[in-house]
């Protein structure tokens, strides 16, 4: 079971496949397991190694309770010493929800060289939005909650926004531990907007988002202020739907993938 190390800090995660390299990064309280149940790996291991991560604090990662190990310079390292570990110069990056806002407010602002592409679903660079604030506080309600008496009443919660969860997502959220999203949480609201650096992102990048998703218009607006940036648009969705319908993401995807290799070829 690899792990990197970031000062003390160890990251779990595996590899599949065969290709050039694509770190897939999932959402907040989920593991590098909801990858395989939406039938990403399936498809993009064919043509790519994967790096699938579990996030710092969740899944078999370290799962640290104070706000300094939260700072995005340091998550931001967390990717580097992955690609260290395996001797990887330089890597894809895909990452949804929680793992989108890492994709801009760590990677891009600290680690960006290390990556030849960014794609970032269901998130924007400009931190939490207004829309998101009410729903963000209750989470952090429902966290301290569960520290105190059980991760349940986190999950209790989760179906209040998104209706019952797939029992993959249920057990997942059950398996976390509730201190360190609450840290988490509370930390990543303060991460400062990234916006300044968007004309600067000269790496190819994907964005895209259900229309129906709260950070959808900041997702959109985000690309055009991008110089290498594409953004798709799917509508009726909400932000858990999109990334669900595999079947309709997979074909940007890799389409997306696929010209980014060719560019890279003739460099």
């Given amino acids: 079971m690899p792990f990197a190390n970031n000062n003390g800090v160890k990251i779990h995660y595996e590899v599949e496949g065969q290709g050039p390299p694509l770190i897939l990064q999932h959402g907040a309280g989920g593991n590098l397991e909801s990858w395989y149940e939406r039938g990403?790996?399936?498809?993009?291991?064919?043509?790519?190694?994967?790096?699938?991560?579990d996030a710092r604090g969740h899944g078999r990662s370290d799962k640290p309770h104070e706000s300094a190990a939260w700072r995005p310079d340091i998550v931001a390292r967390d990717y580097v010493a992955i690609l260290d570990d395996l001797g990887v110069q330089k890597a894809g990056y895909f990452g949804y929800s929680m793992g989108g806002r890492i994709g801009f407010q760590a990677i891009a602002k600290y680690a960006l060289p290390r990556f030849s592409s960014l794609i970032i679903g269901g998130a924007t660079p400009y931190g939490f939005m207004e829309v998101e604030k009410s729903a963000l506080q209750e989470r952090i309600a429902a966290l301290e909650?569960?520290?105190?008496?059980?991760?349940n009443a986190y999950i209790t919660f989760l179906e209040k926004i998104y209706g019952t969860l797939s029992p993959e997502m249920k057990e997942s959220e059950l398996a976390n531990d509730p201190q360190a999203l609450l840290t988490m949480f509370k930390s990543t609201v303060a991460w400062p907007s990234v916006e300044n650096i968007l004309p600067a992102i000269t790496t190819p990048c994907l964005v895209f988002a259900g229309d129906a998703d709260p950070r959808y218009a900041g997702a959109?607006?985000?690309s055009l202020h991008m110089p290498k940036?594409?953004?798709i648009s799917f509508p009726h969705l909400n932000h858990l739907q999109c990334l669900d319908r595999s079947d309709l993401v997979l074909p940007h995807v890799k389409k997306f993938l696929a010209e980014v290799s060719k560019s890279l070829l003739k460099e």
């Fill in 220 to 222: 959109r607006e985000c």
């Fill in 229 to 231: 940036a594409t953004f």
């Fill in 40 to 53: 990403y790996v399936q498809e993009l291991a064919k043509d790519y190694r994967l790096i699938l991560v």
């Fill in 145 to 151: 909650l569960s520290v105190k008496s059980g991760i």
